[in-house]
Structure formats: structure tokens, C-alpha cells
């Protein structure tokens, strides 16, 4: 089966990020975010989604510091991850995937970039961030 190229591209601070649609469940206002009673690294907290614990990434490793983020994509792998504005939901087909940029602080976490209109913009691979987080707890 064809990977679908239907895309959410949304930005955290002043940073694009691209997400694959198909891992979108939905895209929520942020509300209360309740600080976890422990510190897990990659989480800044819960908020209540649906009636259930929604964890919520925290971008600060990142480099996005404290950026406003008013939205939440909430992932089909149950976790919340924080956006300033959600920019569109587009089909790129024929837009060329490159390769990472060396030295950015979010290639631990994107498959690719892809080029459009002349301006790259990572890929969050979800696999990815969720293997992330998971090694980063068992550190800790």
C-alpha cells in the first residue's frame, strides 16, 4: 500500500513542522496541562482529552523554549504534541524528500524533510519520537 502524502504543516514558535495525516486523530484547543508528579524527560505534562490522561511532548529539548502553543495534534499513538498555528493540510505528491539538516536539534525525531515552493521542512516520523521518548525514560 501507497504511503499516503496528505500532510498537516503546522508551526511550533517559529520553526515548520510537516505530519503525516494519517497519524492525526484530531487537532484540539491546549487546555489545562497538569504537570506530571514526577519529571519524565520529553513530557511537559497530561491534559484531560476525551476523558482519558493525553501525555503531551515537551519541545524544550528542541529548541522551541516556552512557544506559545495554543493547539495540540493529538497522535493516533496517543500523544499530544504542541502547535502555534496550523498552516494547512496538503497533498505532496511530487515534492522532493531531502535529507536532513545537519546539526538540528529535531533530527532525532523527523524521517525527512520535504522541499516545497523552495523551502525545506522536517517530517515528524512518529516511530521515531515515540522510541525517543522511550529511551530518553529509561535513562533517567
Not at 523554549?65 to 496550523?86: D, Q, Y
Not at 493540510?89 to 523527523?110: F, H, T
Not at 525545506?120 to 521518548?133: N, P, Q, R, Y
Request: net charge neutral.
Amino acid at each position: 500500500m501507497a504511503e499516503s502524502k496528505l500532510l498537516l504543516r503546522a508551526s511550533v514558535g517559529d520553526r515548520e513542522l510537516w505530519i503525516h495525516a494519517g497519524d492525526v486523530g484530531e487537532v484540539v484547543p491546549l487546555e489545562y496541562l497538569m504537570p506530571f508528579p514526577s519529571e519524565l524527560p520529553g513530557l511537559a505534562g497530561i491534559m484531560a482529552h476525551h476523558g482519558e490522561p493525553l501525555p503531551i511532548l515537551d519541545w524544550t529539548p528542541y529548541g522551541a523554549g516556552e512557544a506559545e502553543c495554543p493547539f495540540v495534534a493529538v497522535l493516533k499513538r496517543r500523544l499530544g504534541i504542541p502547535l502555534t498555528r496550523i498552516l494547512e493540510v496538503r497533498e505532496v505528491e511530487g515534492a522532493a524528500e531531502v535529507g536532513l539538516k545537519r546539526g538540528d536539534p529535531w533530527n532525532p525525531m523527523l524521517g525527512h524533510r520535504r522541499r516545497l515552493s523552495g523551502h525545506s521542512h522536517g517530517v515528524l516520523d512518529v516511530e521515531k519520537l515515540l522510541a525517543l521518548l522511550h529511551n530518553r525514560s529509561l535513562r533517567r
